[in-house]
């Protein structure tokens, strides 16, 4: 295990000394030779062999390849967009179909167990408060959901 240690020592300092010019690598390990177990064991070196001349392997010229030339992607004409007209629904009404519980279970859900809501019993302003502090944390309630919530809270919970 020792001799592998230090083979793998030489072999680094070796890598390290050619790349920064300094000799040539070491192609032996010294020798090592291990005494009995009452004594440290001390090592014999051995003087290093010349390795034959070998010529660095020398780099083939790669052509620079060229990008196939590519043509700008044609702008396209986009009719223009009418504005919503009164009769449509804006993106801060309330949808017919959103109720208080749907939006107790559809928004407050995603932070909070429904239990903990169920257990909680509070007054209008009580519950306003608590919507609000919500809606600061991060609940995404408008203000006509946060109204609509806070009356079906008040009912369905109250003190």
């Known amino acids: 295990m020792k001799q592998r240690f230090v083979l793998f020592i030489l072999v680094v300092v070796s890598l390290l000394a050619t790349q920064c010019g300094g000799t040539p690598p070491v192609t032996e390990a010294p020798a090592v030779t291990e005494a009995p177990a009452t004594e440290a064991p001390t090592l ?4 290093p062999t010349e390795a034959p001349a ?3 392997p020398t780099a083939t010229e790669v052509p620079p390849t060229e990008a196939p030339a590519t043509e700008a992607p044609m ?17 801060t009404e309330v949808p ?8 107790l279970q559809e928004r407050c859900t995603v932070c909070n167990d429904l239990a903990r809501v169920e257990r909680s019993k509070k007054t209008e302003e009580e519950w306003k408060a608590t919507v609000e502090r ?6 995404q ?10 009356k079906y809270l008040a009912e369905t919970y109250p003190k």
Request: cysteine-free.
């Open 96 to 103: 017919a179909t959103l109720d208080g519980q749907s939006l």
């Open 141 to 150: 309630l408008d203000e006509a959901e946060q109204e609509l919530l806070i």
């Open 54 to 56: 070998t010529e660095a």
């Open 44 to 47: 014999t070196e051995v003087p």
């Open 134 to 139: 919500m809606v600061g944390k991060g609940a």
């Open 75 to 91: 702008a396209t004409e986009v009719p223009p967009t009418e504005a919503p007209t009164a009769t449509e629904a804006s993106p």
